[in-house]
């Protein structure tokens, strides 16, 4: 049974970078997607981005400027760093596994499993 | 558009069946999938696919779509269902879009 666990800071400095680190148990890093989503306080998902395989990333276009997301595949973690962080990045960031297949005709992608969850905080 | 729309609340008796919806372009070349978010908890994969259901999710949780709308119906609803349900799918540029959400009351 795959786990992911977040961990970082939970409080960050405006203009200073966000760090996290999910933790993945249960099953190798490699060979699957891996993505950052968060959830502003009392406010919707926001998908971050997503690795793969430590080649291939692609991140939301309202944050790629500041985003980036990494893989240690020896320590089976993968990372996100937000830089110039403002009190709008202030929200729990979870990471997922990304899955997902496409037939001739239509796709699927889907989330599953998320890790509890981290709040990140951002004030002076 | 690359949006996913959602009613932002829906209720439903106890018992009775539910559907919530999902609307997007995108729909049309994604099936969408499904989460429900209790307060203070991550969300839970509910539905994926055309019509799946992860290990431990109850049946009387299912999904469908047609055209650029994705539905998601609790056929029976009880207490423990009431949550925030969000969908998910892409646009064509791989990237993921959450719906804004449905709070789902149980009456």
């Known amino acids: 049974q795959v786990q992911l666990q977040e961990s970082g800071p939970g409080l960050v400095k405006p203009s200073e970078t966000l760090s996290l680190t999910c933790t993945v148990s249960g099953d190798s890093i490699s060979g699957y997607y891996w993505s950052w989503i968060r959830q502003p306080p009392g406010k919707g998902l926001e998908w971050i981005g997503y690795?793969?395989?430590?080649?291939?990333?692609n991140y939301n276009p309202s944050l790629k400027s500041r985003v980036t997301i990494s893989v240690d595949t020896s320590k089976n973690q993968f990372s996100l760093k937000l830089t110039s962080v403002t009190a709008a990045d202030t929200a729990v960031y979870y990471c997922a596994r990304d899955q997902g297949y496409c037939t001739n005709t239509i796709c699927s992608g889907w989330f599953d499993p998320w890790g509890q969850g981290t709040l990140v905080s951002v004030s002076s | 558009s690359s949006e996913l729309t959602q009613d932002p609340a829906v209720s439903v008796a106890l018992g009775q069946t539910v559907r919530i919806t999902c609307r997007g372009d995108?729909?049309?070349?994604?099936?969408a999938s499904w989460y429900q978010q209790k307060p203070r908890q991550a969300p839970v994969l509910v539905i994926y696919?055309?019509?799946n259901r992860p290990s431990g999710i109850p049946d009387r949780f299912s999904g469908s779509s047609s055209g650029n709308t994705a539905s998601f119906t609790i056929t029976g609803a009880q207490a423990e269902d009431e949550a925030d349900y969000y969908c998910?799918?892409?646009?064509?540029?791989?990237?993921?879009?959450f719906g804004g959400g449905t709070k789902l009351t149980v009456l």
């Open positions: 690795i793969y395989n430590s080649v291939s990333t």
């Open positions: 995108s729909l049309r070349k994604y099936y």
């Open positions: 998910n799918s892409r646009d064509n540029s791989g990237n993921h879009l």
């Open positions: 696919g055309k019509n």
